[in-house]
Nanobody
Framework: QVQLVESGGGLVQTGGSLRLSCAAS????????MGWFRQAPGKEREFVAS????????YYSDSVKGRFTISRDNAKNTLYLQMNSLKPEDTAVYYC????????????????WGQGTQVTVSS
């Protein structure tokens, strides 16, 4: 059983940066695709980015492409999301999850969600 814990969120002004971490415990995540999703009040959970187990296939939503970078360190059993040029519309709770699929942007394909970390971007 994999347990995931997100951290690194906070309050930042428009144009600022944050780096989120997703620490896994219980078992290794090295063979899973890992993904970041976010959910704002009144909205559905939204795909942000995913990365396959080798790190060779990062995949981003159009809304964050060019601003966010997903990466992983399998030796540390940790997933990261570097967020630059943040905008108010990035405000949400950010979650990480794992998937058995090679590449996916569908929340239903992911599991072991953490409790999330709040990102708030002020104008």
């Amino acid at each position: 059983q994999v347990q995931l814990v997100e951290s690194g969120g906070g309050l930042v002004q428009t144009g600022g940066s944050l780096r989120l971490s997703c620490a896994a415990s219980g078992r290794a995540i090295s063979r899973y695709t890992m993904g970041w999703f976010r959910q704002a009040p009144g909205k559905e959970r939204e795909f942000v980015a995913s990365i396959n187990w080798t790190g060779s296939r990062p995949y981003y939503s159009d809304s964050v492409k060019g601003r966010f970078t997903i990466s992983r360190d399998n030796a540390k059993n940790t997933l990261y999301l570097q967020m630059n040029s943040l905008k108010p519309e990035d405000t949400a709770v950010y979650y990480c999850g794992k998937s058995d699929r090679d590449r996916s942007s569908i929340p239903a394909d992911f599991s072991s969600w953490g409790q999330g970390t709040q990102v708030t971007v002020s104008s």
